[in-house]
């Protein structure tokens, strides 16, 4: 009985060592793409990333040298453009799939919001090439920052609902109870409890659109110079990569690869910026 008994805590012991040892040879599976995209950006664009990079413009073709100045400051004033579309609509629809309308309707909204998520943002491009380029017959600044604000509304919306959602509804309750309005309640209550959710919420929707491409093709365009009316096409950092990648010179391919680094650096902050926000929260999970 007791050999039975020890064959059987052997067995476990052994199944359980199978088992984490499986877990951990996944976990590593699912890193090692991070890791190798690290490891060949470093490799290949870490030697054109200096001074240069970050304060000149792109120099002529056959010219060596220059940096992505335009691009990196159109990419944060596209950046810029999305926000002021995408965080007000996606803040206010989150607030009210979570706190008014139906049943039925939230439903209906949520769906809609979901295969939004979904879309391909290449389409989302060719909309707003269909709505704003050809109406206005220019690419400009501010079709890209409106493609990408697009984008960004249904996922703030939906993250957006779901971190009010966490929010104890003896809150609200209480607030109610002691005469506040709902709008109050809602303003100075249940949206500041849940206000390091909703930065969140913006923070990974800006580092979801940073690196889109294929939007921008249709409407900022791209552009090699300082572009000083918003109404023209305007240079980008993803479409600066797209461009130098696929031309036929060293050079550019080396300035790529230090531009997908850049990129990818800073999609790797904003994501730090979010942990760094979230690790109260976490912390007080039992």
């Known amino acids: 009985m007791h050999s039975k008994r020890a064959d059987n805590h052997t067995w476990r012991t052994i199944k359980s060592g199978l088992a984490s040892t499986v877990a951990f040879i996944s976990a590593l599976l699912v890193i090692a793409p991070l890791g190798l995209v690290f ?46 579309i995408g965080i007000p609509i996606g803040v206010l629809g989150g607030v009210y799939l979570a706190e ?9 909204l949520r769906f809609m919001a979901d295969v939004l998520n979904g879309v391909p943002s290449i389409i989302w491009g060719v909309v707003v090439y269909g709505l704003i380029v050809l109406r206005f017959k220019s690419f400009s600044a501010y079709a890209g920052g409106l493609a990408l604000g697009f984008i960004m509304v249904p996922l703030v919306t939906r993250t957006t609902e779901e971190v009010l ?7 609200r309750e209480a607030s109610l109870a002691l005469g506040i309005s709902r709008w109050k309640t809602i303003v100075h209550i249940v ?16 580092a979801r659109v940073a690196g889109e491409t294929a939007p921008l093709l249709f409407t900022a365009f791209g552009n090699r110079f300082w572009n000083h009316n918003l109404s023209e096409p305007v240079a980008a950092l993803p479409l600066q990569i797209f461009s130098y990648a696929i031309s036929p010179y060293d050079d550019w391919h080396r300035q790529a690869w230090a531009g997908a680094l850049v990129l990818v650096a800073m999609i790797f902050l904003v ?8 690790r109260e929260r976490v912390a007080q999970v039992p």
């Open 165 to 171: 959602l966490l929010v104890p509804a003896g809150y």
């Open 191 to 206: 949206m500041k409890t849940a206000l390091k959710g909703i930065v969140t919420a913006v923070l990974l929707a800006l």
């Open 39 to 84: 490891f060949h950006l470093l490799v290949n664009g870490a030697s054109s990333v200096n001074w240069d990079f970050f304060t000149k413009l792109p120099t002529p073709v056959g010219t060596p040298g220059g940096g992505m100045v335009n691009a990196i400051v159109g990419s944060l004033e596209l950046l810029a453009f999305a926000s002021i």
């Open 271 to 278: 994501n730090l910026v979010v942990r760094f926000l979230t």
């Open 100 to 108: 008014y309308g139906t049943a039925r309707g939230n439903f209906a």
